[in-house]
């Protein structure tokens, strides 16, 4: 069997959960408009301490806005919940036709969570673009749209970064998941997984915001990886030599939580005892 | 059973079933007290990098921002049951059986799952609140303690009313809108920082539509013994939060006209 056999099934699982969730048209509307409404509430109070701002800021307002806007764009991207599906399906005992497929449990779990993730997210990112880097210049707006990249080499970076924020992503939803099937129960690690989530990924403020003493340590923190080193290496404040250190640092998180993931799902699965009939 | 006490019932049983899961009621608790104090950093760490916002100081905001959370926390609570009203009582048929009763429909919904869980955001607010008087040299005099309690009652009377319209829509969509989201949490986001930072045609959007800014804006200015940046007279703070009454009693003359349209779906 040559590779391209043996990735097939992988292949099908992702195409499936990512053309399943693609249905939910509906959701993805309501979250944009939440999010617009959100980026823009986010945008006016940047703007207003911008304006009185005494010290020199670590970056210029339009890149603090149009960080703000990626960001709403990718928050489906965060890994915040586990898959609803994986939890299902420990719960029903339907957890047991996977364990009877001839593949490998980690990777098939691994393909549906990023077709999920993925499912989700391009579209709500795509209109968010629409939405904030067109629509909102040709209303006047240029002030608080979502500006272009610092140059094509940097805006190649970016999208390069924001794939492999994907796969880290759905590395990270795989813990949860594990996580999920060994208790049982998604809620109180969805309840403490959040708030962490929302701070260290730079959803809640561009990282480069945060207080000074703190900076180092906010970028080699795994959560970096989602959002923060995709819109550094957007606005090219990581270039050249530093550009690569930035996705090595992604690839090293998507290889160690890969790792631990792989490891963690065997021996959960050892132990899981199947339930229901 | 009159109409107070039968509430006060429901919600005891409410608690209660709550209760029997402590860890879990407890854990939620927990969880909604951080996840809400998330922007807490937020509002924290842009004063720590930027010094004040167009003249406010960080204790002044904190005053707003306390409040607003703690007027969302108690509708939050309260609103439980419109929030879920397509998804629990409409396609499921169970909306019928309110009906058959003869007590205040209102107050069933209200009555129902009322969430421990949001003292986690109340105690935040609290604490918010508490800070913000050390910080900003709140005067708590007992006409600011009034005014403050009158705030509260209108905001969360102005957040019922949001879940309340919620609800109302879920009679046309029998499904429950995400889209209300933008109203009750991003209106808590946009009242934790005072009105005139905002663009013009947004704090009248905050006024006159959807009045965030007559329960808390304005209410605060006056309990800080602030002059409104933007010139409105000082009385104003005094009697802006009935439109939060206004938009609640507006509220349920819409849900009325949803009731009447109302036909069952479930078996």
């Known amino acids: 069997m040559n590779w391209r056999e043996r990735l097939r099934p992988y292949r099908a699982a992702f195409a499936a959960r990512f053309l399943q969730m693609l249905q939910y048209r509906s959701a993805a509307l309501a979250g944009f408009a939440t999010q617009c409404w959100w980026g823009g509430i986010k945008v006016m109070v940047l703007a207003a301490f911008y304006a009185g701002a005494q010290a020199s800021a670590p970056m210029p307002l339009h890149q603090a806005i149009t960080y703000t806007w990626l960001a709403q764009g990718l928050l489906a991207l965060l890994p915040w919940t586990a898959d609803p599906e994986v939890a299902q399906a420990v719960r029903t005992g339907a957890v047991a036709y996977d364990r009877l497929r001839p593949v490998d449990a980690y990777a098939l779990w691994y393909a549906r969570t990023t077709g999920w993730i993925a499912a989700r997210v391009l579209p709500r990112l795509a209109l968010m673009a629409l939405f904030a880097a067109v629509l909102l210049p040709l209303a006047g707006w240029t002030d608080w749209a979502w500006r272009a990249s610092a140059g094509a080499a940097a805006g190649l970076f970016a999208l390069l970064s924001m794939g492999l924020a994907l796969l880290v992503s759905a590395s990270m939803v795989m813990l949860l998941n594990i996580a999920t099937a060994a208790a049982l129960n998604e809620r109180g690690i969805n309840a403490l997984a959040v708030p962490v989530v929302i701070v260290l990924s730079g959803n809640l403020l561009p990282l480069a915001l945060l207080p000074d003493a703190w900076q180092t340590l906010l970028l080699l923190q795994p959560l970096a990886a989602l959002v923060d080193i995709p819109m550094r290496l957007y606005f090219g404040q990581l270039a050249g030599g530093q550009a690569w250190r930035g996705l090595g640092l992604q690839c090293f998180w998507l290889a160690l939580f890969v790792g631990a993931g792989h490891a963690a799902l065997g021996r959960t699965m050892r132990r899981l005892e199947i339930q229901g009939g | 059973m009159g109409t107070l006490p039968l509430f006060l019932r429901l919600a005891g049983a409410s608690l209660q079933g709550q209760a029997r899961y402590p860890a879990s ?36 905001v904190a005053v707003f921002y306390g409040l607003v959370n703690c007027m969302f926390a108690i509708a939050d ?54 800070f913000g008087t050390v910080q900003a040299g709140v005067d708590w005099r007992p006409e600011t303690v009034g005014l403050a309690l009158f705030a509260l009652a209108g905001g969360t009377a102005l957040f019922l009313g949001i879940l309340v319209l919620q609800g109302t829509l879920a009679f046309w969509t029998t499904e429950s809108l995400e889209v209300a989201n933008v ?20 704090r009248r959007l905050l006024t006159f539509a959807v009045p965030l800014a007559c329960v808390a804006y304005y209410p605060v200015l006056a309990i800080l013994g602030r002059g409104d940046p933007l010139g409105a007279p000082g009385w104003v703070g005094w009697a802006s939060p009935l439109a939060g009454f206004a938009f609640l009693g507006l509220s349920f003359m819409a849900w009325k006209a949803g009731v009447r349209r109302y036909t069952s779906t479930g078996s």
């Open chain 2, 183 to 202: 109203l009750t949490y991003g209106g808590v986001e946009a009242a934790q920082y005072p009105l005139a930072i905002y663009a013009a045609w947004f």
């Open chain 2, 77 to 130: 609570a309260l609103g439980r049951g419109f929030d879920v009203l397509g998804t629990e009582f409409l396609r499921t048929g169970h909306f019928d059986r309110l009906l058959l009763r003869p007590r205040p429909l209102t107050l069933q919904l209200m009555g129902h799952d009322l969430r421990i869980s949001r003292l986690g955001r109340l105690m935040q607010g609290l604490m918010v609140l508490g």
């Open chain 2, 25 to 60: 009621a407890l854990m939620l608790t927990v969880g909604q007290f951080l996840a809400t104090g998330i922007e807490v950093v937020a509002v924290w760490a842009l004063f720590h990098r930027f010094g004040d916002l167009g003249g406010w100081r960080l204790g002044e």
